[in-house]
């Protein structure tokens, strides 16, 4: 959990905080130490949300705001903003088939901040995020505003997917339990790096291939599971919960924060890369790496970089062919 923020005045919004996933993060900042000023934003029923979650006995104050016109004002003073806005997956649709809807969306929000937020972080849940940050990083330097120390794809379901079922198979506490995951955020991208698990986890080829499929396809068998009620919605406010938490922390000083989030990066063959960073009070601090892998995971990487590729061109050329 995190410590107490150190800008006490400080506006956090969640842009999207209506939706399956928006609501319960909103509630895990709400009920967090945070003490911050919640700023929840959508196109419908934000008021509702901020009325419910205000009764909450915690120090957060948490106002909703609704439609275009009244975003400017939930940005202003923020640190660290944090986009969920999306629609859901369905069984039979792809994240790739969400593609127009949720670029446009994540466009438009993050024209926003580059415009009355510069200087804030940005945390895109939004799917697809191997297309969604690079659409946040066009949008940002199309406004003179761009940092890329400062603008993170939220992959942080895949690392608690994984430390969760390696912990189911090695009977360990998942709460101790660090796995790195490196790539993208949908389905081959996903690229867990089980052998450099902390504690240690050796697995035979035959159980470490069947555990990295079921990583990478987790996203999917909640989507069958839910059987067309939406996507991971609990998880992923988790993990986003999570995320937040740990950059907040960083900006608030604390020494040793490491998440994996997907950002630029020169540490693969592709303009971004999802590895574990360091964490400061202006952003990534310190790229770590991919360290040491094995020949599994080179091939992993090797066959996840040309739709890493695919993906993130077409982000930057949704931006490029925008009106």
């Given at each position: ?28 900042l ?31 104050t ?36 969400l ?152 900006m608030n ?16 063959d592709?303009?971004y ?33 040309p ?17």
């Amino acid at each position: 959990m995190p410590s107490a923020l150190a800008r006490p005045a400080a506006q956090n919004p969640v842009l999207g905080a209506s939706g399956g996933i928006g609501q319960p993060l909103a509630l895990l900042l709400k009920n967090s130490p945070l003490g911050s000023r919640l700023s929840l934003h959508d196109i419908a029923h934000t008021p509702g949300v901020a009325a419910d979650l205000s009764h909450i006995e915690t120090r957060a104050t948490v106002k909703g705001r609704l439609g275009p016109e009244q975003l400017p004002d939930g940005l202003k003073g923020c640190d660290v903003v944090v986009i969920p806005a999306r629609v859901p997956r369905k069984p039979g649709v792809t994240r790739d088939d969400l593609f127009s809807t949720n670029a446009s969306v994540v466009t438009t929000l993050t024209a926003a901040c580059a415009q009355h937020s510069p200087e804030a972080m940005i945390c895109v849940i939004s799917n697809l995020v191997n297309s969604t940050i690079p659409i946040a990083t066009e949008v940002f330097k199309k406004h003179g505003a761009y940092d890329p120390n400062k603008i993170f794809g939220v992959t942080t379901l895949d690392i608690v997917r994984a430390n969760t079922f390696i912990a189911e198979l090695k009977g360990l506490d998942p709460a101790r339990v660090n796995v790195p995951v490196i790539g993208g955020h949908a389905g081959k991208t996903i690229i867990p790096l089980i052998p450099q698990c902390a504690p240690e986890a050796d697995l035979p080829q035959d159980p470490l291939t069947a555990v990295t499929g079921w990583i990478q396809e987790a996203g999917t068998e909640v989507v069958k599971a839910k059987a067309g009620a939406g996507s991971a919605t609990l998880s992923m406010e988790y993990a986003g919960a999570r995320f937040v938490f740990s950059l907040v922390d960083a900006m608030n000083g604390k020494e040793g924060v490491v998440e994996c989030s997907f950002v630029k990066s020169q540490e693969a063959d592709c303009a971004y890369f999802s590895t574990p960073l360091l964490l400061g009070n202006k952003g990534i601090e310190k790229n770590l790496g991919i360290g040491k892998i094995s020949p599994f995971e080179e091939k992993m990487i090797a066959e996840a970089i040309p739709e890493l590729k695919a993906s993130i061109q077409k982000g930057e050329e949704f931006v490029k062919n925008m009106k």
